[in-house]
């Protein structure tokens, strides 16, 4: 599954008006909350909830794409002096443009010195029609900073502006870091948005990927700050299709009463609420469906306390977010009712724009840190568990304690199934999913945790989609854990790959873009498995590294996993080569460089054909492999074994460190050492420290999983027998009966391929 990571000058194609309404974006500090969508192509619109009487959100163009995905991102052009902009400016529930502290643009550029400065212009001051309902209207190389205007005007130099934004504050607004009497809830509208002026068009990129058969996932608290139209471009033009994974998140959905969390006037805020229909619709006019991810996380700092999973000693389980998220306590009546609510109005949102009901309950689990002890000590949970002692679960666990562990995963699997069929309530027809994360369930360190976080109450049929993900793995190249937590939740869970999905990724940080490739290879890997359907994690981080996939051939050699046909016995030739640059000085005296590491052999399997039948099986074989188009295996008569006959102790493969448990096939030839890639099947035999083990399973491209790390300083050995890949070395394969009846022998050559 080839992909690539695209840079930020990658050239572009297409124009764009400046202000086009998809490419504004929103701002704000916490607790209050905003949003942002296109309403029409020349109109654009902004809910926002007030909590504070110094909340202040800003409606944001920015000189710079920091945004989209490279390919498809607005070039940066940061003179607007040719640029006009005019709208209607409609609004409610914010300050008046004539007021005090009225909406104000405010220009973050430099003066024609190059110095940095910062422009404020008051709107009032270049509209027409009342505060609430009027046109504003905009020349850039006539701009006056200033309140009050001829006497205060303060010249705006529009030649080098990296942001403009608009400030929006509660009519209740006085600067003051306290409550406002009551939430409010306010709106602002542009439209009859016009651009005009030679600037007034900017180049966009507008390429297209085409569709590869991956899906994307999401996250509203990634992208509460975009408008939900220019997050679909973004996964339309990539080249995903099929569902939109999207995590309703834990940070933004929400009212608020006071500090906490509330359901009086609805389950979701009113930004939200705009934000997500918009998203609805506009996923349903592109073909998107949309999968509603709902977790047991939430905000710390506006959770109510009694919600909150504890820890044995009384703490909150908190995630290492800045700041951080908590954990919702199963069973807490109270939380799993809230819960219950916002999946009935994310399911009703999905109705109301026709879209296929479809909810996830994504990752529920007890929390457990870094320590390996649950937090099962809420006041819900003492009481549903018989107030058990403090657990510690790293290492073997006592009956009593997994009777505990037991106990705690049902009461887990019973609010999963509620919360479930609360989505059902509002949406019959509704397909539910599970998420579930397996390097925290399926920690060998801690053996019975998956007691905990994997309850058998999960098992098909309780969901209709079992969904997978195991990025710490994959990140860390680790496919043999994968594979082993693949197996093992499929074992317990009983759903078949045709009723799983997988999420491969995502990439933390910016500097992790090496990640890519092996989120990659997870995908195709999860592909090859028969899922039904597979999505990259996330969105915000595809768009910001320039991630991008194709369909096709993995970026590998085509290879055939079958051996050359034909006995060659000791009559082929066998011709390992280096590519060695060698320099002779006048004195006679040579440099030489290698630049091979090892050689690359050529075979002539010529001899081995002794007849017409094995004239036409070759022939056969010749045009299946396309010619050199495809390799295969081949049996070296003179090197196909590590020793003879095979040992367990023939070859070092590596020396333990206690955690890797990965170690590649190799041969030694003195100090050389020849990668192993095609073992024989059933011949390879492994030992640690010297005595021999089953305890290991045999992964493509000749990598030997041991079942436990071995220890630092332990020795990993292994014998076994192999084939070498190679590929028809010519385009043509010329052969013919006179040959045989002259008494010689054809060319068949053969070259090796490098697969390490």
């Keep these: 599954m080839p992909h690539s990571i695209v840079p930020r000058d990658h050239p572009r194609e297409g124009f764009l008006t400046r202000f086009d309404p998809r490419f504004w974006t929103v701002n704000f500090p916490r607790p209050m909350m905003a949003s942002v969508i296109a309403t029409a192509p020349d109109a654009l619109r902004v809910d926002a909830v007030f909590y504070r009487q110094d909340d202040l959100a800003g409606l944001i163009w920015e000189a710079e794409d920091r945004f989209d995905h490279p390919l498809l991102a607005y070039e940066t052009r940061r003179d607007f002096r040719e640029v006009r902009l005019s709208f209607r400016w409609r609004s409610s529930g914010v300050r008046a443009l004539d007021a005090v502290n009225g909406p104000v643009l405010t220009i973050e550029?430099?003066?024609?010195?190059?110095?940095?400065?910062?422009?404020?212009?008051?709107l009032w001051n270049y509209a027409q029609g009342t505060p609430e309902d009027a046109r504003v209207t905009l020349d850039f190389a006539r701009l006056q900073g200033g309140f009050l205007l001829p006497g205060e005007a303060d010249p705006v130099w529009a030649g080098d502006i990296d942001r403009l934004f608009v400030s929006l504050v509660p009519a209740g607004y006085s600067g003051a870091a306290v409550p406002l009497a009551a939430p409010a809830e306010s709106w602002v509208e542009l439209s009859e948005i016009t651009v005009d002026g030679p600037g007034a068009v900017i180049a966009i990129g507008d390429a297209i990927v085409p569709e590869h058969g991956l899906s994307i996932a999401s996250g509203y608290d990634d992208s509460y700050n975009l408008t939900p139209q220019r997050l679909l471009r973004n996964m339309l033009h990539l080249g995903y299709r099929g569902d939109i994974n999207h995590y309703v998140g834990m940070s933004h959905y929400f009212r608020?009463?006071?500090?906490l969390v509330t359901l009086d006037g609805g389950a979701l805020c009113a930004p939200c609420a705009a934000w997500h229909r918009a998203f609805a619709e506009g996923a349903k006019a592109l073909g998107f469906g949309i999968i509603w991810s709902l977790s047991y996380e939430l905000f710390d700092a506006h959770c109510p306390e009694s919600w909150k999973q504890r820890a044995a000693d009384g703490g909150p389980a908190l995630t290492g977010w800045v700041p951080p998220s908590t954990l919702l306590s199963p069973a807490n009546a109270e939380a799993m009712a809230y819960l219950q609510a916002v999946a009935r109005a994310f399911m009703e949102i999905a109705l109301a724009a026709e879209l296929?009901?479809?909810?996830?309950?994504?990752?529920?689990?007890?929390w457990l840190p870094a320590d390996g002890k649950p937090c099962l000590y809420d006041g819900a949970a003492r009481a549903a568990l018989g107030d058990p002692p403090p657990i510690d679960l790293n290492g073997p666990q006592s009956a009593a304690t997994i009777a505990v562990l037991e106990a705690a995963g049902a009461l887990?699997?019973?609010?999963?199934?509620?919360?479930?069929?609360?989505?059902?309530?509002?949406?019959p027809k509704c397909v539910t999913h599970l998420l579930i994360y397996l390097p925290t369930l399926l920690d060998r360190a801690r053996p019975e945790a998956y007691r905990l976080n994997l309850p058998i109450g999960w098992a098909r049929p309780a969901f209709d989609i079992l969904q997978l993900e195991d990025y710490d793995w994959v990140t860390a190249g680790d496919t043999a854990q994968s594979a082993r937590g693949v197996a093992a939740a499929a074992a317990r869970l009983g759903y078949p790959p045709g009723e799983q999905h997988y999420l491969s990724g995502f990439v933390l940080r910016p500097d992790q873009t090496a990640q890519w490739r092996l989120i990659d290879a997870a995908a195709g890997a999860a592909h090859a498995r028969g899922v039904a359907a597979t999505f990259i994690w996330a969105a915000p981080q595809v768009l910001r590294d320039g991630y991008l996939h194709f369909a096709g051939e993995d970026d590998v050699q085509a290879f055939d996993d079958v051996l050359f046909p034909l006995a060659l016995g000791r009559e082929a030739e066998v011709s390992p080569a280096f590519s060695t640059a060698i320099v002779t000085s006048a004195g006679g005296h040579e440099a030489r460089n290698a630049s091979w590491a090892g050689a690359r052999t050529r075979y002539d399997v010529g001899p081995g054909v002794r007849g017409e039948a094995d004239i036409a099986t070759l022939l056969a074989f010749f045009r299946a492999r396309l010619g050199p188009a495809r390799g295969f295996r081949l049996r070296d008569p003179f090197d196909q074994a590590s020793a003879e006959p095979p040992t367990p102790l023939d070859a070092r493969l590596g020396i333990g460190d206690g955690q890797n448990v990965r170690f590649a096939l190799v041969k030694h030839y003195g100090e050389q050492a020849r990668r192993i890639t095609r073992p024989v099947a059933g011949s390879v035999r492994v030992a640690v420290g010297g005595a021999e083990t089953s305890g290991f399973t045999l992964e493509p491209g000749g990598w030997v999983v041991l079942d436990t790390a071995p220890a630092a300083g332990v020795a990993v050995t292994a014998g076994f027998r192999f084939d070498v890949p190679v590929r028809f070395a010519e385009d043509r394969l010329s052969v013919t009966r006179a040959t045989f009846l002259a008494g010689a022998a054809p060319s068949v050559p053969l070259v090796e391929l490098r697969e390490d």
Excluded: C, I
Excluded at 109 to 122: L, T
Excluded at 256 to 259: E, I, K
Excluded at 356 to 366: I, L, M, Y
């Design 356 to 366: 296929p009901p479809k909810f996830q309950v994504g990752e529920p689990w007890w």
């Design 256 to 259: 608020l009463d006071g500090a």
């Design 109 to 122: 550029g430099r003066d024609a010195s190059g110095n940095p400065r910062a422009w404020y212009v008051r």
């Design 412 to 427: 887990l699997a019973r609010s999963t199934a509620d919360l479930a069929a609360a989505a059902r309530a509002a949406a």
